[in-house]
């Protein structure tokens, strides 16, 4: 961080509360409780094995679409600015308002037609279509809202006590209003003076004439600036991102003063979010910058779920492995989670920024940025590398001032060959190192030591802190050393200025050196290598560039300059011995290829591209949720399921029914903790023992689990349990089942295969740490979820390929991958086919027509066919015919065909399989009895209201979504209110097994 002292600072309205950590209150504060400051990943649908949600397929930390898009702000300035207005400089354009979301005609109420119909809507338009006519919908409001730090001007109080506001010439000012087209743009930050001691008149002068110029302020208590500012922002988060330790606490007052600093972030934020939702009016575009409010998106979203809000790093994002040694790593990455789109310099940030929300947060990395695998919630992640406004640094040098500065820099130069270094006097710019380098080169080259000069210009910052007090000390006395052994009464070889330079000044020294030096030790994109390339049009013999490849400019120059390893003290004198020596024309061809990339990807073109990219992704999004589901109310289900006779509710259970306690962070994640957390929710427990005394209302679990896993979670309740995918049904008893007891809804299910299979799957889990393998009777599951995220992919992906080209080649074996596991079952088998013959079954063990279906679950996308098997509306054998069966075979020749196979003593094996083919062409309201060998329809009528709803994530053909498990207990507690004044069970039959 550079830039003056903050000595000034406001004051925080008392609006926003303590909270404690990660905490916060509303604006106004409805009371004393605290609320949540961000909201919290589920926890439920994590746990769910064989109920995952199935992803497209395995994806690497960094399977980032990253576009290369346009450039960035304008000139870097050199006046003592922060170091994020050398890359806050361009915007004003393409403000896209999103498609308005179609309100849903899901009712809870009405026959099954229409609330299975009314469920789904697809849309024939094509993607390209509907991005069109979002981006023509008329917008409810034309303004962008640019959301920084510090507001781009400085205030200065007059002696007549007003104010004179003189606006900033650099980055984002510069790229905000050279964009094309009519954008309202609305400033807000803070303004750089305090308001403390200020009279209250004083301060609404200030703010009137703010605003009045497009300007929000946002004042901060001086005490609250402080820890914010200094402490947590430049302290903590700046070094950090840019590769520098944290500092190791020696005692608890360091550890409470760290804290502290946290706590001023996150109230800073807060504060920073009252002002912009003052100030935000529907269909505004709100732009956050840099890494001063990266709490921002969430708490904005908090209260304004509709707000189009994208976030930039103008600094670099580091490794996930350096980024995890932050403590308050989780709530920063969730509070940029909640934005539309965040946007960095180069690939290798946004890489590093995935890999950090994978690891960390357990996120998966997607081809357009990262998806909550839970929630199915995404965020787009993609690449702006900013540029300057090169028209500008033409312009200026053409006048008459400059032209006079250059002629008295030539001359004073003589026929020496000048280098020059531009840099903040910062840790990370690696001044020591280019004069290390310097030093190394005069020394091996003796020739040179009168004919060439390097011109350093070190901006000072923060001359307060006493790293930065050291650093100057250490450039200072290298350059004492250097100018000592190499100078003479004539001349010395290093000109070092510890000041800043006027604009016109700084395009003179561009033009007039021969080399430039960049060798930061890191930096975001460092813009001084944009302002030299441009000065150097106009030369005959242009410049060249030596640059760090530590820098985010050397993936947009490299190809014109030269790169080095600024740590390789050799590696830098040889570059410097091979510029001063390189040929006229490979100087002219390097300068070409960069200029024509700093002419096309100006700071204007980077803001409109960022704009852009928001609007369209807020229309993809807006496509994205079309047909996601409504929440579900507990409410108007109640009335539904008091409205009914006879009811069937079937629940999930992993991620369904279990408990949703506090979720550990996915890093310290424990394997035992997560597998004694299993558990049955206590207050769905509860609420299904009270549902369970209505005679009115039968209970079914289901699940892939084991069968007696599953009697052992729900022993002595009188519910119906499915296990293993529907294969194994138990009816209610009061006693420990016995073997006899489940019935086997689906016969002679082959599982030969999982000879072959098993030792695959055991062979990876060997391989792959903290991964498991759970054999069950018909299916085979592979989980990873523990397991590294990467390595886990990977690992995935090589099991896939080595079961498909080997072991299951030939084998009747679906072979189905999860969200973080691989599971193996008898082909053709889901929740959906089970389903429908376990509803056959049960109707027919009542006696009674069901019309009430309620079916809730966090289930594989291939198993949500259990969610539409009762959506079938064709009359008995309707659409049977050649394009149903395949074949122009009649339906009574089936029949025929099906019933002299029985009659003529075929195998079972063989009748088994003709079964199974002939199924599979039928339709679902069509059954085949083995029995009487021949097609009937289901004795029982479909339920005349019947309601489906996913739990955990929300993209999904179910017709309603509850967020997790917590919210699943609500519900059944709602609907068992009114079954606790219902009239008592009978006693059970002696079919039931009651002893």
């Known amino acids: 961080p550079a830039g003056p002292a903050q000595e000034q600072l406001g004051h925080a309205p008392a609006a926003v509360g303590p909270g404690g950590r990660g905490r916060g209150r509303r604006w106004p504060p409805p009371g004393p409780e605290p609320r949540a400051l961000l909201p ?118 007059t002696e007549g006590g007003g104010w004179e506001l003189q606006r900033s010439s650099g980055g984002l000012v510069s790229a905000l209003m050279g964009m094309s087209g009519a954008l309202e743009q609305r400033w807000i930050g803070w303004p750089g003076i305090s308001a403390e001691g200020m009279g209250e008149g004083t301060q609404q002068d200030l703010e009137a004439k703010l605003h009045h110029e497009g300007y929000v302020p946002v004042f901060l208590r001086q005490n609250l600036l402080d820890l914010f500012y200094n402490g947590f922002c430049n302290s903590v988060l700046w070094p950090l991102f840019h590769y520098i330790p944290l500092k190791q606490d020696t005692e608890l007052g360091d550890k409470d003063l760290g804290q502290e600093q946290w706590e001023a972030y996150r109230l800073a934020n807060e504060e920073f979010a009252r002002v912009v939702l003052q100030e935000y009016m529907p269909g505004d575009v709100v732009w956050c910058h840099d890494y001063h409010l990266m709490l921002l998106p969430a708490i904005l979203k908090q209260h304004e779920p509709g707000m189009r809000i994208g976030w930039f790093l103008h600094t670099p994002f580091p490794s996930s492995e350096i980024y995890r040694a932050l403590p308050e790593r989780e709530e920063i990455l969730e509070g940029l989670l909640e934005a539309d789109l965040v946007g960095f310099h180069t690939y290798d940030y946004a890489r590093h920024f995935v890999s950090a929300c994978s690891r960390i947060l357990g996120m998966e990395g997607t081809t357009g940025g990262v998806e909550n695998p839970q929630t199915g919630n995404s965020l787009r992640v993609a690449v702006f590398p900013i540029g300057i406004d090169p028209g500008r640094f033409t312009a200026a040098l053409k006048t008459a001032e400059v032209q006079e500065r250059m002629r008295q820099l030539r001359q004073h130069f003589g026929n020496r060959r000048v280098m020059l270094g531009v840099d903040r006097l910062d840790m990370v710019k690696g001044i020591p190192q280019k004069l290390l380098a310097f030093e190394k080169f005069l020394n091996d080259n003796p020739e040179w030591r009168d004919q060439v000069l390097l011109v350093q210009l070190a901006v000072p910052t923060r001359k307060t802190v006493p790293e930065y007090q050291k650093l100057t000390s250490v450039v200072h006395e290298i350059v004492g050393r250097i100018n000592g052994r190499f100078g003479s009464l004539t001349g010395v070889p290093i000109h070092h200025l510890d000041q800043s330079m006027q604009f016109h000044e700084l395009v003179a020294l561009y033009a007039c050196t021969d080399v430039c030096i960049v060798s930061s030790l890191r930096d975001g994109m460092n813009l001084v290598s944009y302002e030299y390339v441009t000065c150097q049009e106009e030369k005959e013999v242009p410049g060249l560039l030596i640059l760090s490849e530590f820098a985010g400019a050397a993936q947009s120059l490299g190809a014109g300059a030269i790169l080095v390893n600024p740590w390789n003290v050799n590696d830098m004198a040889t570059a410097i011995k091979r510029g001063l020596h390189m040929s006229e024309e490979e100087r002219r061809e390097r300068h070409k290829q960069n200029f024509s990339h700093i002419h096309m990807h100006t700071s204007q073109a980077w803001a409109e591209t960022f704009l852009s990219e928001l609007a369209d992704t807020q229309i993809e999004a807006e496509l994205r949720h079309r047909n996601i589901p409504p929440f579900l109310s507990g409410e108007a289900l109640r009335d539904v399921y008091d409205g009914s006779r006879r009811r069937l509710v079937v629940l999930g259970y992993n991620a369904t029914l279990t408990s949703t306690e506090e979720e550990l962070p996915q890093h310290v994640r424990q394997f035992d903790q997560q597998k004694r957390s299993s558990t049955v929710h206590p207050e769905s427990l509860a609420s299904l023992e009270q549902l369970s005394k209505d005679p009115r209302t039968t209970i079914v679990i289901f699940s892939g689990s084991k069968r007696y896993s599953l009697e052992k979670k729900f022993k002595g309740l009188r519910v119906w349990l499915a296990a293993e995918n529907g294969i194994y049904l138990r009816p209610p008893l009061a006693r420990k089942s016995k073997e006899k007891d489940w ?121 949500e066919d259990i969610f539409t098997f009762l959506e079938e509306e064709e009359e008995p054998y309707a659409g049977l015919g050649p394009s149903t069966l395949g074949s122009r075979q009649s339906l009574s020749e089936l029949t025929s065909t099906l019933s002299n196979a029985s009659l003529l003593g075929s195998s079972p094996s063989s009748e088994s399989l003709m079964t199974s083919q002939l199924e599979a062409k039928l339709p679902r309201n069509v059954s085949v009895k083995r029995d009487l060998g021949q097609l009937t329809q289901p004795r029982k009528e479909k339920p005349r209201n019947f309601i489906t709803c996913t739990v955990g994530r929300k993209r999904s053909i179910a017709m309603f979504h509850l967020p997790n498990s917590d919210a699943v207990a609500e519900v059944l507690a709602s609907l068992s209110r009114k079954a606790s004044a219902a009239a008592p069970a009978p006693a059970p039959t002696p079919a039931q097994g009651v002893e």
């Not at 082909?827 to 309620?854: P, Q």
């Open 40 to 157: 919290r990943r589920p926890a439920a649908a994590a746990e769910a094995d064989e109920e995952d949600e199935q992803l497209p397929g395995p994806a690497g930390p960094g399977a980032v679409h990253l576009a290369q898009l346009g450039g960035g702000p304008a000139a870097a300035r050199h006046d003592g600015a922060e170091p994020e207005a050398e890359s806050l400089t361009s915007l004003q354009h393409l403000s896209a308002t999103p498609m308005q979301r179609t309100p849903s005609d899901k009712s809870l109420f009405g026959s099954h037609n229409s609330l299975a119909l009314s469920a789904r809507s697809n849309s024939s338009d094509t993607r390209e279509g509907l991005l069109a006519a979002g981006r023509a919908a008329a917008p409810r409001s034309n303004r962008l809202l640019v959301v920084a730090n510090r507001l781009p001007l400085s205030v200065r109080q």
């Open 743 to 863: 019935v086997h809804m689906q016969e002679e299910v082959q599982t030969d295969w999982k000879d072959s299979v098993q030792p695959v799957f055991e062979y990876f889990a060997e391989r792959t740490p903290r991964s498991t393998v759970e054999i069950r009777e018909t299916c085979l599951v592979w989980n990873y979820k523990y397991a590294d995220p990467d390595f886990g992919r990977l690992q995935a992906r090589d099991m896939l390929q080595h079961l498909w080209t080997g072991p299951i080649s030939n084998a009747q074996v679906d072979i189905i991958q999860g969200a973080r596991s691989v599971e193996a079952r008898p082909v053709g088998l889901t929740k959906g086919k089970m389903m429908e013959r376990i509803f056959n079954h049960i109707s027919d063990r009542e006696g009674e027509d069901i019309d009430f279906f309620f079916c809730a679950g966090h289930f594989l996308k291939r198993d």
